[in-house]
């Protein structure tokens, strides 16, 4: 089996939008957001697949649902890829240093998203009481909480009691830089599918210890024998999208390297302003 790259658009969409493979994504919910064994999401209707590029120095790909659990009570949840792309976060200040900034405005926007999703399910003048619960989880390529944790879940609280009196909008973040999980290390559901959407690429067969169903389907769904010409043909396009954008990253680091190498720096020094390596600096010191 040769699995795709689940972090791409192309395949996020595929994998967690399908219509025909419903058990995929109702696997995944159930899995992050812990609800009660007589509230576990049974249904969901998916309601737009989409990619949002505004997310600056970055992309946002997400898919918005609306889901039912056993007691036919009903949640809006969005569930969203968030990526971060290099070559725009890093930034040159006036002593020629790369820094790293913050995505920006991040909490802002997924506020922004959460908050949307819930006021647009009524009209002005309808009863609030329509209003139904609205989770947003959010898989990231990048480090934003100080939870040590790989997953952290954020509500409204009373800052001097921890009560949760304002219960409806809830955001789940799920950084991937914080999973180091080995197959063997897996000891949940909501492991197995982190361990999943990071390592699919690098994978060559389902493991043997899975045994959730919806997550079966997701695997079989990423396997590229399932996909279609067109499909492929997409997310290929995808990945030469990416990797021109860290070509041209490369090369910014590069021309930066050099004007250091003319300063006299330090290679560990150059290398920590830049991202190269201390083999790359050295080959570029050869060239001159």
Known sequence: MKFVDIKNDVAFRKIFGNENRKEVLIS??????????????????????????????????????????????????????????????????????????????????????????????????????????????????????????????????????????????????????????????LESVIDQWVYFIKNAENLEVIPESLKDKGLKFAYEDADKHNWTKAELEAYDYVLMREQDDRGRLTKVQKDIARKLIKRGRQNSEIAEDTGLTIEQIEKLKAEN
């Open 28 to 185: 995944f919910l159930n899995a992050v957001l812990l609800l009660q064994e007589n509230h576990k999401i049974v249904n969901v209707d998916i309601l737009t697949p989409y990619q949002l590029p505004d997310l600056k120095g970055g992309k946002v790909t997400i898919v918005d649902v609306k889901a039912k659990d056993q007691n036919d009570k009903t949640y809006i949840v969005e569930t969203a890829f968030l990526a971060v792309r290099e070559d725009l976060i890093k930034t040159i200040n006036n002593t020629e240093q790369m820094q790293v900034a913050d995505v920006d405005g991040f909490d802002k926007r997924v506020l922004y998203y959460a908050s949307k999703s819930y006021s647009a399910q009524i009209e002005r003048g309808d009863e609030y009481e329509k209003l139904n619960p609205t989770y947003f989880i959010g898989i990231l390529d990048f480090e934003a909480t100080q939870n040590p944790s790989f997953i952290s879940r954020h509500k409204i609280i009373d800052v001097e009691t921890n009560q949760n009196y304002i219960k409806d909008i809830e955001f789940n973040f799920i950084e991937l830089p914080k999973f180091n999980k080995k197959e063997s290390e």
